[in-house]
């Protein structure tokens, strides 16, 4: 089977982070998110890939090129501008000749989708869905089925007034190849609002295939910062955590320092005397912790240098910020190249754009 796999949004729910880095490749324990969808897919004999792009492609070209350190084939398809969901997919019409996945390429997910594939094929349907059962399924497309499981509405984004159920749309859907003829070529269109409600008005069968396995969207850090938490702790079947603290290559940890668990600090890192760091808590590449800095809770990505009794907790700091000494950052998303000053507490929540020096 072959999957497209939808990665042009823009992120916009996730700035600052991604200004610089495309929603698919922030790092989830210090490897591209796309890196895990790709390898799942590799896992239930997906080939085939094409990566519908719009927003920052050459990064995601740039790390993964033609997919053979994965093992899979992979085709990039360019929007100039974002074509919505629909009409990304309706690029890659040649190239699907057969039943294909579409998957939104900000979802993790555990779901088993060799036994969704064999679903789809015995159900005869034109279009199978996953579900999720989600807290709040404001934020996401609901769908309602009957009793045998046959979709029976959408209602993307509703109002709490509009929830009738906690199963949403989950992101991956197999479809037939002839779904493609109701969208027009060239044109902005979106599955969620202009393809699956038409298909359902015409009777045509489409399935729902709900399932309780591990699903987190990405598409803000506070989901972003879950999923490493999540990973971290082993509750994904995609990530064993076998020890409570990881180190990476030539790590250089004073002996007084402290790192309790859950927490992987990437390759190269310098770790000063008393410094602690407390999980979970997840560090890049390259980064320089110095005496008496304080991490906690927080993700932070390459070359962060975070100077004398810096303090950092629920936070995710982006490359190669400084954070001076004594600074204080709280429930903040730093995006690259950020400089805190010395002794500078920044106002809880904040969301600090790259470059910008602060205090
Ligand atoms: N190539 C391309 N072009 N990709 C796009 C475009 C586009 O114009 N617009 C969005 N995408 C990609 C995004 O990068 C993302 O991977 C995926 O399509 C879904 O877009 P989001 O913007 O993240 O949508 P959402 O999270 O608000 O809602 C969607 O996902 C929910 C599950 O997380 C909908 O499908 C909901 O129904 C669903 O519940
Ligand atoms: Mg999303």
Redesign the pocket.
């Known amino acids: 089977m072959k999957a497209v796999i ?4 823009l992120g916009t729910r996730l700035r600052p982070l991604t200004i610089n880095t495309p ?1 698919a490749m922030v790092p989830v324990l210090n490897a591209p998110f796309l890196e895990y969808v790709i390898r799942r897919l590799r896992q239930h004999n997906v080939r085939e890939i094409v990566l ?3 927003h920052l492609a050459q990064p995601i070209e740039d790390y993964f090129g033609n997919g053979s350190r994965l093992g899979i084939r992979l085709n990039y398809i360019l ?1 100039e501008t ?4 629909a ?2 997919v309706k690029n890659a019409e040649n190239f699907l000749d057969e039943p294909f996945l579409v998957l ?4 993790f997910t555990d779901l088993d989708l060799t036994a969704m594939m064999d679903f789809h094929s015995k159900s005869r349907s034109k279009a199978t869905i996953a579900l999720t059962p989600v807290d709040d399924p404001t934020s ?2 609901l769908i309602e089925t009957d009793a045998k499981g046959r979709v029976t509405r959408f209602l ?1 984004k509703p109002s709490w007034k509009q929830v009738t159920t906690n199963m ?4 991956t859907y197999i479809l037939e190849p002839d779904v493609m003829s109701y969208v027009p070529p060239q044109t902005k269109f979106s599955f ?1 609002h202009e393809v699956f409600p038409p298909l359902l008005e015409q009777g045509e069968p489409i399935y729902a295939y709900p399932s309780s396995c591990y699903w987190m ?1 990405i ?1 803000t850090p506070e989901k972003y910062f879950w999923l490493n938490k999540d990973l971290l702790i082993g509750k994904s079947n995609q990530y064993h955590s076998v020890e409570q603290v990881v180190i990476g290559e030539q790590d250089n940890i004073h002996p007084t320092a402290q790192v309790t668990g859950p927490a992987v600090i990437g390759s190269n890192c310098t770790i000063w005397q008393k410094a602690r760091l407390s999980g979970p808590v997840i560090t890049g590449s390259g980064c320089i912790i110095l005496e008496n800095a304080i991490i906690k809770e927080s993700i932070i990505w390459h070359d962060v240098r975070i100077e004398p009794g810096a303090q950092v907790s629920h936070s995710i700091i982006a490359n190669n910020c400084r954070l001076g000494a004594g600074s204080i950052i709280e429930d903040s998303v730093l995006g690259d190249n950020v400089t805190v000053s010395s002794g500078h507490r920044l106002e809880p929540g904040s969301k600090i754009w790259p470059g910008t020096i602060v205090g």
């Open positions: 939808l990665v042009g949004g929603k519908a792009l719009s929007e974002p074509l919505g969901t009409g990304a939104n390429g900000d979802i996401y497309g993307e949403i749309n989950a992101g969620e969207d598409g």
